[in-house]
């Protein structure tokens, strides 16, 4: 069976099990099917947990386990129904698929069986967002198209729609949501913008990223993000409640936004978050900050330290043929990634930039900031905001610790960003 590990639940690195014993009885599974269906909608990790088979594995931790369930269903939201369900056995597989509503998202949820009755996977794919629909803006389901590829979205367009402007938004690195969800109490920085810039009179869209529900084999930043941007751009540049498409990125996204806006000739880029590294040097910073950081033990921290160097210094030398894998990602990816340069994107075009970083952002350091101003020097309509107290994800942040699990307590995008931003695109 081909299977799409869509919002990756660790169920990807258990081990198909392959038994000896009987057929299980057709009911029999349909029954088992249905007890993990219930799991995966509910998070229950104890249950998929030992039906996988993982307690002796050495892969994935139980407790590992369940953040990552947990935060998979935070992506959609609290499971509302089921319909048109179907248990099927195919080529050795007992299969229930199931078309499930959540609270933001509409799934199809999959239970894959083998003959015996184990567990080989439990997974979603992704299908068209819950839009909403209130006295500020409403929402229209998006779906995107491209090279045998079908991302989902959402385009929010203000009630008081007078502006005429659209905002085509682009995530981080990794394959991330159109909300661009994060931590186990669901942070969504990108739902968050498109609703706060729709109240000020922008619309937006945003759209999944590519393998969100497609899996990847070699490809290049190419395939992960700039064709299906360079597609949407021209799906809103024919929408004609539009006058003016602009484009929001965060992180990575922040770092492609030019290059985007110089292919479609766009007037405004808004860039959060953004580097002037090569995205693995940005990696591999992080990565000894953290061997640094005293979370791990110093024998650990030097061997990794070196197994590290090693690979960075690999990738120094790697060229467009080099094969492999570098940091879990294709050397395809690794090689076209490091060919972005967004200072000499902008410094060859002539559109509106506005730059966004948090002072307390441990991921990209505020120090980036400057280092735009001193590498763009005298290239205009630049604007450069450090906003005091933010983090990666441009939400408040009090605490001082170098790690991911600021992302997990409840959190927004700070009201003042979005003005600015709302001002930059009228």
Known sequence: MKKFLALLLVLLMSVTMFSCTKKIEYNDAKDLS????????????????EAARLKNQ?????????????QTIKKLGEFKEGKDEKFEYIENTFVLSSEDRFDYRMVTSIIELDKSGSLNNAYFMLKEPICEDNDDFKEESFILENDGAKMYGALTIPKDFTSKKVVFMMQGSGPQDMDETVGISGNKPFKDLAHGLAKEGIATLRIDKRYVNNAPKDYTVDEEVLSDAKLAIEELKKDSRFDDVYVLGHSLGAMLAPRVAKGEALKKVAMLSASTMKFTDIIYTQQMEYLDSGEVSQSVADFQKKEITKIKEQIDNMTEKTKGNFFSMPASYVYSV????????????????????????????KDELEKFKKALGDRGLVMYNLYDGLNHLMMPEDSEEFSVDIYDKPNHVSQLVIDDLAEFFK
């Open 34 to 49: 249905h007890k993990y269906l219930d799991a995966l909608r509910s998070a229950d990790g104890d249950v998929l947990f």
């Open 58 to 70: 050495k892969q994935i931790e139980k407790e590992d386990f369940q953040r990552s369930l947990t």
């Open 338 to 365: 490091n060919q972005v340069n967004p200072v000499e994107d902008i410094k060859a075009s002539d559109f509106d930039v506005f730059m966004g970083h948090g002072s307390k952002d441990f991921q990209v350091k």
